[in-house]
């Protein structure tokens, strides 16, 4: 098993589907924004510089993800593979990601882009949950992707909350440095034969199939 890089607009589900993947691969998820909001809880200068870039739904310095990315990556549980939500989010991440891994002997394996317009993916904020605990998503406005007791989170039965930066405005933020930032990455990707695009208009279940056929062909 290669690594998986998720890439897709802001809500669009990359979350969710990559805990059905690490379900049935049995491979960590590694979300940096998970990490970076591990990293802003404490009462230090860098957790409240961190806290409010992450409320403002502004990027976070390269340099500093990165760092967290390497640290987590070194652990054992990442040696047969990983999905990356959330990373890259810029072309100097993905070059600086490549160096990463020629260091640790990994390969680049393969990129996922989930394709979902704008207002389809904004629409599903509003009912968008997470788990602070686990970085678990669900969503109260899509069937089938609600918690089996409300509010409470199936993996870890902790509290689920609305995300702070889960609101129109900050979301028209994230989007922007995602249409800025981020989409250059599928061009990139693309030229390097790396990419595979699956219709995030498709329902949770037959969206996680077309991406487990991308990995079984890619095994
Ligand atoms: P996400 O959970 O992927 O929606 O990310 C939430 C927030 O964390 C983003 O709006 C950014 O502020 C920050 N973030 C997550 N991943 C990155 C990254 N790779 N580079 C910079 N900032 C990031």
Do not use: W
């Amino acid at each position: 098993m290669k690594s998986i890089i998720f890439i897709a607009p802001p809500a669009a589900g990359k979350g969710t589907q990559a805990k059905l993947v690490t379900e049935k691969y049995g491979i960590p998820h590694i979300s940096t924004g998970d990490l970076l909001r591990a990293a802003s809880n404490g009462d230090d200068e860098l957790s409240i510089t961190i806290s409010k870039l992450l409320s403002e739904g502004k990027l976070v310095s390269d340099d500093l993800v990165l760092e967290l990315l390497k640290e987590r990556l070194e652990q054992f549980d990442c040696e047969n593979g990983y999905i990356l939500d959330g990373f890259p989010r810029n072309l100097t991440q993905a070059k600086k990601y490549e160096e990463i891994l020629s260091n640790i002997n990994m390969e680049l394996g393969i990129v996922i882009f989930i394709d979902l317009a704008r207002e389809v993916a904004q629409e599903r904020i509003s009912g968008r949950l997470s788990c602070p605990k686990c970085g678990a998503v669900y969503n109260s406005s899509i069937e089938g992707s609600m918690p089996i007791k409300e509010n409470i989170c199936d993996n870890c039965g902790t509290t689920l909350i609305h995300r702070n930066d889960d609101d129109i405005t900050t979301y028209g933020i994230r989007y922007q440095t995602y249409m800025k930032d981020t989409v250059p990455l599928l061009d990139y990707y693309q030229t390097i034969h790396k990419l595979y695009v699956v219709d995030g208009n498709k329902s949770k279940d037959e969206i996680f199939k077309e991406i487990t056929d991308i990995i079984d062909n890619n095994q």
